[in-house]
């Protein structure tokens, strides 16, 4: 019967959706406890290294900056390196 095989094809469809938000609230919340320490680690290093003061705003703007140059050097290193 066709009614019951929709049944069970939604159930694990369901199923697999389910896992898939589970692991992605998982994930996300992983990436929000890193973002606290990367982000700081940046900030001592670029207020070192530009002798500004850590609470200041250009402090905030230029780590911002210095961390999306490095998540993008990082990009292209992986997509270099994971290439088929």
């Given at each position: ?41 940046f900030q001592s290093f670029v207020s070192r290294f530009l002798d500004i003061p850590t609470g200041h705003y250009l402090s ?25």
């Open positions: 019967m066709q009614i019951f095989s929709k049944k069970r094809s939604f159930k694990k469809e369901f199923r697999r959706q389910l896992r898939m938000a589970i692991m992605a609230a998982i994930g996300f919340t992983i990436a929000f406890a890193w973002k606290e320490a990367i982000f700081n680690t905030q703007t230029y780590t911002a900056i210095a961390m999306t140059l490095a998540g993008v050097f990082i990009i292209f290193l992986t997509s270099k390196l994971l290439r088929e």
